[in-house]
């Protein structure tokens, strides 16, 4: 599975994007999807998940509230709303393919990568 990540860019603080990872085979439908987020030298955080049909989703405590995952099987496509942007925000994003129809928090679960896409929040 070959993941393309997308929707990142120079906001102000405040502002929103809408960040969209992209699958290349139907195989996504079956599995749980997560956003990560990881900034030069530190590891990999978990920013929120969504399992297979959508039924499960969770949300790291510092995006609560401001984010929201959602998915498209029929496009292949997941999507993270991110709007009330930080320059905490400020880092580059990943999504994964977990393991199985959810993948919770931890990047473990998880076992295709995307190539990332930069989010700048100024302040």
């Known amino acids: 599975v070959q993941l393309q990540a997308s929707g990142g860019g120079l906001v102000q603080a405040g502002g929103s994007l809408r960040l969209s990872c992209a699958a290349s085979r139907r195989t996504f439908s079956n599995n749980g999807v997560g956003w990560f987020r990881q900034a030069p030298e530190k590891e990999r955080d978990f920013v929120a998940g969504?399992?297979?049909?959508?039924?499960?989703?969770a949300y790291a405590d510092s995006v609560k509230g401001r984010f929201t995952i959602s998915r498209d099987n029929a496009k292949n496509t997941v999507y993270l709303q991110m709007t009330s942007l930080k320059p905490e925000d400020t880092t580059v994003y990943y999504c994964?393919?977990?393991?199985?129809?959810?993948?919770?928090?931890?990047?473990?679960?998880?076992?295709?990568w995307g190539q990332g896409t930069e989010v700048t929040v100024s302040s």
């Open positions: 994964a393919v977990a393991r199985s129809t959810w993948g919770g928090d931890e990047a473990r679960m998880y076992h295709y």
């Open positions: 969504i399992s297979w049909r959508g039924g499960s989703i």
